[in-house]
C-alpha cells in the first residue's frame, strides 16, 4: 500500500476539549439543579432535609456541596447552625 500524499491537517478541537474549557453548568433537571433550588430557598436546606429528598448519603450531600457546587460550579454557599434544625445551608442568590 503506498502513502497518501496528502498533507495531514488539524482537526478543529474535540467536543470534550470544548466542553472542558466552557464554563460548567448545570442541566436544568438535574439532581443538582434542584439541589441548588433547595439552598436558594429562604429557609435553605439542611443536610437530613437534602438526605430524605435525594436519598442520598450525608456524606455525599456534603460532598455535592463542597466539590460541585463550591469548587465547579464557584457557589457561594453558606451555612448556620439553627436551632432544631441543625446545620443549614444556603446559596446567595
Not at 500524499?5 to 488539524?10: D, G, I, L, Q
Not at 437530613?48 to 457561594?76: C, M, N, S, Y
Request: net charge positive; aromatic share 4%; no cysteine.
Amino acid at each position: 500500500m503506498a502513502k497518501s500524499s496528502k498533507p495531514k491537517t488539524r482537526k478543529s478541537r474535540s467536543t470534550k476539549a470544548v466542553a472542558r474549557h466552557a464554563k460548567p453548568g448545570t442541566r436544568a433537571d438535574s439532581k443538582q439543579a434542584k439541589l441548588v433550588e433547595m439552598l436558594k430557598r429562604s429557609e435553605g436546606a439542611s443536610i437530613d432535609e437534602i438526605v430524605k429528598a435525594f436519598d442520598w448519603q450525608p456524606h455525599t450531600v456534603r460532598g455535592a456541596i463542597a466539590g460541585a457546587l463550591k469548587k465547579k460550579l464557584g457557589l457561594d454557599v453558606t451555612s448556620e447552625k439553627v436551632e432544631g434544625r441543625g446545620r443549614v445551608y444556603r446559596v446567595s442568590a
